[in-house]
């Protein structure tokens, strides 16, 4: 069975240092990763997809199949990255068949 | 465009009671599923909905039900309630076929008593 670990449940970094999120994953199949960030009082929305490997906020995630991993990093830490973070695989089966697996996510905190 | 709508966003019950939890996708989403987040957990898969068919189903017991009407809206149905079951619930729509970012509702709370 697919699953997401995330293992850290809060990491707390200094506002300029720089931030590694770590995600591992298990999954037989080809997965698709994204990272998903819930700020305070606000509805869980999407941060990256692995496919689609842009940068968004200053966030970049790879997808390393050897070490089944996807962390998420950015070189500087503002303090309005202060957030949840959740590292998720969707399984697609086809004929519109599909489901997101979550971690149990790492809370952030940037110390001014 | 107001994004995924979900009703109510909190909601009180006793054991044994029965709730239905409902939410509007995105104007043109055609998929919906629905997410279980316990405090301090990341969300769990309930079921997936595509063009009004039951598509994906997690590990959850038979007291949890959904359907999808023909205008896309999804109702999730919890019967009998325990006190396990209080969480807060989230609908997600997406495009559909191979659209797989889904978009999120504010969810609904509920809290079982």
């Avoid at chain 1, 990255?81 to 959740?86: I, N, P």
Wanted: aromatic fraction near 12%; charge should be positive.
């Amino acid at each position: 069975a697919q699953r997401v670990t995330q293992p850290e449940k809060l990491l707390s970094v200094f506002k300029g240092a720089p931030v590694e999120l770590k995600c591992n994953y298990s999954y037989s199949g080809s997965p698709e990763l994204f990272w998903y960030v819930q700020y305070s009082r606000q509805r869980l929305q999407l941060l990256l997809r692995h496919i689609s490997r842009e940068s968004i906020k200053g966030f970049t995630a790879d997808l390393n199949k050897g070490e089944t991993s996807f962390h998420l990093k950015k070189p500087f830490a503002q303090e309005e990255d202060s957030a949840m973070y959740y590292c998720a695989l969707s399984l697609y089966s086809g004929a519109g068949s599909y489901q997101l697996t979550f971690g149990k996510g790492t809370k952030l905190s940037v110390i001014p | 465009d107001a994004g995924v709508t979900q009703s109510p966003t909190h909601l009180i019950k006793t054991r044994g009671q029965h709730v239905t939890l409902r939410c509007s996708p995105i104007s043109g989403h055609k998929s919906v599923s629905w997410y279980q987040q316990v405090l301090g957990q990341g969300p769990q898969f309930i079921f997936q909905y595509y063009e009004k068919e039951e598509r994906g189903r997690g590990n959850f017991p038979d007291r949890f039900s959904a359907r999808q009407f023909p205008n896309y809206s999804s109702e999730l149905n919890v019967n009998a309630l325990l006190l396990g079951d209080s969480a807060l619930y989230l609908c997600a729509s997406s495009g559909g076929q191979g659209k797989t970012e889904a978009f999120f509702g504010q969810g609904t709370r509920l809290t079982v008593v």
